[in-house]
T-cell receptor, first 114, second 116 residues
Framework: KAGVTQTPRYLIKTRGQQVTLSCSPI?????VSWYQQTPGQGLQFLFE???????NKGNFPGRFSGRQFSNSRSEMNVSTLELGDSALYLC?????????????FGAGSRLTVL | AQSVTQLGSHVSVSEGALVLLRCNYS??????LFWYVQYPNQGLQLLLK??????LVKGINGFEAEFKKSETSFHLTKPSAHMSDAAEYFC??????????????FGQGTILTVHP
């Protein structure tokens, strides 16, 4: 079955703009998580959504937001972009059935802020 | 709070040699532990996971890891390196259920280079 799909794969924005990234989870997966990956800070958890509700949130400013739709697809938005927001944004989905909820990651959206 | 320390940001081995990537964790509750691999311009792929039960876990591509509670370690090994193993490897920890939904705490990563 299809994996986690993230769009767009690459994008370039300028400071002050906003950006929306999209994530389609594996069919049947109801949980979607977002991570930011940078050379300096590594992989950092942004937030997690399940059944259209945010259940967990990392330590990021309010400029970072997200949502999940009834079909489990998710979007994240970053407003008032800063140079430091340049990163690979990874989405992961999980079935959230029982036991260890293994995350399956997409290929990521690489954001460059100029 | 949970944390992960990967010893050695770069590891270099010869093809056919033993691969050993070190991971130590800190967790106040019994952890779930994972190893992921990332190839250039790709996302993370799960290699293996430890939840409960057998402390020696086997994963894909010939990798395995042993959970040692007394040492708070979860080192990744492979008996014989292959050129295709060259990638960046991440150790991650989470805790079962509770408020850890979707949240993995990752180490800083270890870049594995394999020489012919």
């Amino acid at each position: 079955k299809a994996g986690v799909t993230q769009t767009p794969r690459y994008l370039i924005k300028t400071r002050g703009q906003q950006v929306t990234l999209s994530c389609s989870p594996i069919s049947g997966h109801r949980s979607v998580s977002w991570y930011q990956q940078t050379p300096g800070q590594g992989l950092q958890f942004l937030f997690e959504y399940f059944s259209e509700t945010q259940r967990n949130k990392g330590n990021f400013p309010g400029r970072f937001s997200g949502r999940q739709f009834s079909n489990s697809r998710s979007e994240m938005n970053v407003s008032t972009l800063e140079l430091g927001d340049s990163a690979l944004y990874l989405c992961a989905s999980s079935p959230m059935t029982s036991g260890a909820n293994v995350l399956t990651f997409g290929a990521g959206s690489r954001l460059t802020v100029l | 709070a949970q944390s992960v320390t990967q010893l050695g940001s770069h590891v270099s081995v010869s093809e056919g040699a033993l691969v050993l990537l070190r991971c130590n964790y800190s967790s106040s509750v019994p952890p779930y532990l994972f190893w992921y691999v990332q190839y250039p311009n790709q996302g993370l792929q799960l290699l293996l996971k430890y939840t409960t039960g057998a402390t020696l876990v086997k994963g894909i591509n010939g990798f395995e890891a042993e959970f040692k509670k007394s040492e708070t370690s979860f080192h990744l090994t492979k008996p014989s390196a292959h050129m295709s193993d060259a990638a960046e490897y991440f150790c991650a920890v989470t805790s079962p259920g509770g408020t850890s939904y979707g949240k993995l705490t990752f180490g800083q990563g270890t870049i594995l280079t394999v020489h012919p």
